[in-house]
């Protein structure tokens, strides 16, 4: 900014404010720009917070507002850890983020290696691939039920076609076995795009003076892949698998697309029982306990997950 601009701003500026704005220190003035952001952090965050916490020591119903509120202590906590169906949640929760998570990994990292291999028209296989992240789960959820379909769901017939079995003899949505493979599918055909721009990042961060040097030690492909590129790319595969476990332990919208989530089924993950409780059952308080002790959960894993997330970075 000029002198001539900086002078017209201050013959501008009212006497008044110019005499409180000389007065302000720099730290003042850097609160009076942050103030407001704090505030809607916590307004948003925090508070809601600490009332959820409060709420999880309470047999507090929404939709009995009128209804004397009790503190039960930790009676709230005590029924979740020991309910059978919220270890089965959590259970089912925990095969889906595996799986998910390992496909994703596997073929994203597989796809990036590909890519980065810079063949002809590979932009336009990476604007292709990255189509499916671009989509809304709702609409995702509602495509994949068509394709699950027993009688036209063109998936059936695609598995029929390498067994051999009718394809009109199998519901794979309506299988106790074949259901959680089928949000597995989904998931990793929507979200492995993810995981492989993050580790074509990775990839493309690796200077080729390395590589070079490699060679001229004469290390074979084999050799460069294990101790130069696996090496270099893992911070970025620990950091997709940490964006990656977040989502997923929170997934909601697509397993309900895909087969409602019932009540005691294979597919009923924690963040589903979560719901059922809160807006089903109406059990705010008991709702409330459960969604701090899945809080505390991905925050105490993601915690530990950083620090070794830290340690791969230093070395």
Same mark, same amino acid.
């Given at each position: ?9 201050? /013959? ?61 202590? &930790? ?5 979740? &850890? #020991? ?13 889906? &983020?595996?799986? #998910? ?8 990292? %597989? ?125 970025? &595969? ?20 895909? %087969? ?14 979560? /719901? ?40």
């Amino acid at each position: 900014m000029s002198d001539k601009t900086i002078n017209r701003v201050a /013959k501008a500026t009212p006497r008044r404010l110019a005499r409180k704005v000389r007065g302000l220190s720099d730290r003042a003035i850097t609160w009076i720009f942050v103030g407001p952001t704090i505030f809607l952090l916590l307004a948003i965050n925090i508070f809601p917070l600490i009332w959820t916490i409060n709420l999880s020591f309470t047999n507090f119903k929404a939709n009995r507002i009128n209804r004397a509120v009790d503190y039960i202590g &930790l009676r709230n906590y005590e029924r979740i &850890l #020991t309910d059978g169906d919220i270890w089965l949640s959590m259970q089912a929760t925990a095969h889906f &983020l595996f799986w #998910t998570i390992f496909f994703q990994v596997l073929i994203g990292f %597989t796809l990036a290696w590909l890519i980065n291999r810079k063949f002809k028209g590979n932009d336009i296989w990476t604007t292709i691939i990255v189509l499916p992240m671009m989509l809304s789960p709702a609409v995702v959820g509602n495509f994949w039920t068509f394709l699950y379909q027993p009688q036209i769901g063109l998936f059936n017939y695609v598995v029929a076609f390498f067994t051999g079995a009718d394809p009109s003899s199998f519901e794979m949505l309506g299988s106790v076995d074949l259901a959680p493979w089928s949000i597995v599918i989904v998931d990793t055909w929507m979200w492995t795009p993810f995981v492989m721009l993050i580790c074509l990042a990775g990839l493309r961060s690796i200077p080729d003076y390395i590589y070079e040097a490699a060679e001229v030690d004469r290390a074979s492909k084999l050799r460069q892949f294990f101790t130069i590129t696996i090496p270099m790319v893992m911070p970025f &595969l620990m950091l997709a698998v940490l964006f990656r476990g977040i989502e997923n332990f929170k997934m909601f919208d697509l397993v309900v697309q895909l %087969t409602g989530g019932g009540p005691g089924s294979t597919t009923e993950l924690a963040s589903i029982n979560l /719901k059922r409780e809160a807006f089903e059952k109406w059990r705010t308080g008991y709702s409330s306990a459960f969604a701090i002790i899945l809080f505390v959960t991905v925050f105490g894993l993601a915690s530990i997950y950083v620090k070794a997330l830290n340690k791969v970075k230093e070395r």
